[in-house]
């Protein structure tokens, strides 16, 4: 059974780094798309960044620059890099991956862990 457990998020003074982590399990780790969404209150689910089976990665425009995903195929598991953080980047995020780029692409679909909270103060 697909099990994503994500790690990492807490409370950052803006300009600060956090670096959050998600453990995965039950799926073939290596064949897969990764992605981390975000969820702010009262805003919609966003992508933020994907990383493929291949390595190459892609972002938001809001925090190219800024964050970094990565993943390490021996350990299962994906990361999220994320500098000179921002209040507007406060949000649940959360880790995701789905049989296919679509899925994992998609703000429905897929299999998702449940998220860890990053706070941004000014």
């Known amino acids: 059974q697909e099990r994503l457990v994500e790690s990492g998020g807490g409370l950052v003074q803006a300009g600060g780094s956090l670096t959050l982590s998600c453990a995965v399990s039950?799926?073939?780790?290596?064949?897969?798309?990764m992605a981390w969404f975000r969820q702010a209150p009262g805003k919609q689910r966003e992508l933020v960044a994907v990383?493929?089976?291949?390595?190459?990665?892609s972002y938001a425009d809001s925090v190219k620059g800024r964050f970094t995903i990565s993943r390490d195929n021996a350990l299962d598991m994906v990361y999220l890099q994320m500098n000179s953080l921002k209040p507007e980047d406060t949000a649940v995020y959360l880790c995701?991956?789905?049989?296919?780029?679509?899925?994992?692409?998609?703000?429905?679909?897929?299999?998702w862990g449940q998220g860890t909270q990053v706070t941004v103060s000014s």
């Open positions: 039950g799926i073939d780790f290596n064949r897969n798309a």
């Open positions: 995701k991956t789905g049989h296919t780029l679509g899925s994992v692409r998609s703000a429905t679909r897929g299999y």
């Open positions: 990383i493929r089976s291949s390595g190459g990665s």
